[in-house]
């Protein structure tokens, strides 16, 4: 069983900016921080904040994208022997452009979903019983999502794992870049997620939609960083899309209350708020979530 209060740890992936930032921070309060992450610098600099606060950090090197380095980055995990109360699976892309994962997967795919559930299978059964594990995903996948819908998104546009790892969509899609990854990448991390519950009960696993949170990078790498400001203000304030406006703050809270959560609750998709919602028609077929479950491992076991 999870230990007390001192003796958690808990391990986030994306500490280094947006939304893993601040929930690393606010994780900080709860346990130590295991901060995975691409980049040792800015690993360190994180560190180095929560150790200003009085508490404590451990870095690990991964590039999720790359499952070789997740399953090192694992390993380096499991060999800390800490009694890990949740994972939260965060680092997460949205690029306009489509690039190419070490495995030669289409890397927005790679990044937000194969990596997370990598990670994920290889931690879980070093898990002590009623561990959290807490995948942030986003209402972008669903098709019928208002703000959504309104900039022209058309959800996850799934055809099969190998597919999307192969950065193919179904047609129809979205006319803005990226996104058909984005959307698609992120229905089968909360597909994933709800079929993971199903199946493991000793472990309880939740996705979390943490609103449109301005002030984070995300999407952010092809636009001016004003006009990208610009834009996270304007989603703040006009309707509709302020009404599931977050900052990262806002956003940590909510996502640490989920992964320190010990009332055994499990299978469960929140809001930014903390309160539970519907993902996507298909995104609740328990059929879709086991296949998509079985379709990611047999990938998996092509590397
Ligand atoms: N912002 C929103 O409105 C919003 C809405 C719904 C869902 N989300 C989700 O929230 C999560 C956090 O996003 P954010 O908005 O906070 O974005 P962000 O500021 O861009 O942060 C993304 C984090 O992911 C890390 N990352 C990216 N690629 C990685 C890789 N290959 N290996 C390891 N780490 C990697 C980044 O590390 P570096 O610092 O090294 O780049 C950074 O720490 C994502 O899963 C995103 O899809 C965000």
Redesign the pocket.
């Known amino acids: 069983m999870v230990g007390s209060n001192k003796d958690k740890a808990y391990v986030i ?9 601040a929930t690393a921070l606010e994780l900080s309060k709860h346990g130590i921080v295991i901060l995975v ?3 040792a610098e ?1 690993l360190n600099k994180v560190k180095k904040v929560i150790e200003d606060m009085g508490k404590n950090a451990i870095p690990v090197i ?4 790359d499952m070789n380095s997740v399953k090192k980055a694992g390993q380096q995990i499991i060999a800390l022997r800490l009694p890990i109360a949740g994972l939260l699976n ?5 690029p306009a452009k489509a690039t190419k994962s070490a495995q030669g997967w289409d890397k927005t795919f790679a ?2 979903y194969l990596g997370a559930f990598t990670l994920t299978e290889v931690l879980a059964p070093h898990l002590p019983d009623g561990a959290n594990v807490v995948f ?1 995903a ?1 209402a972008i996948e669903d098709p019928e999502r208002k703000p959504a819908k309104i900039m022209g998104m058309k959800g996850g546009r799934y055809l099969s794992v190998a597919a999307s790892a192969d950065g193919n969509w179904k047609p129809g899609g979205a006319k803005m870049p990226g996104i058909d990854a984005y959307a698609t990448s ?1 229905l089968c991390v909360l597909a994933a997620a709800m079929a993971l519950a199903r199946e493991n009960p000793r472990l309880h696993y939740h996705a979390v ?5 301005r002030g ?3 999407g952010g790498e092809e636009l001016n960083p004003i006009v990208h400001k610009v834009f996270g203000y304007l989603m703040s304030v006009i309707p509709p899309f302020s009404r599931y406006s977050s900052t ?1 703050e806002k956003s940590a809270k909510t996502i640490t209350k989920i992964l320190t959560e010990t009332s055994g609750k499990t299978g469960v998709y929140f809001d930014e708020k903390g309160t539970p919602m519907l993902g996507s028609v298909l995104s609740q077929d328990v059929n879709f979530q086991d296949s998509v479950v079985a379709e990611t491992r047999a990938l998996l076991k092509t590397i």
């Open positions: 992936t994306g500490p280094t900016s947006g939304i893993g930032y992450g691409r980049n800015k991964c590039d999720v994208s965060n680092a997460g892309i949205m990044t937000n942030i986003s992120k939609e943490p609103g449109i949170t984070t990078k995300l990262p």
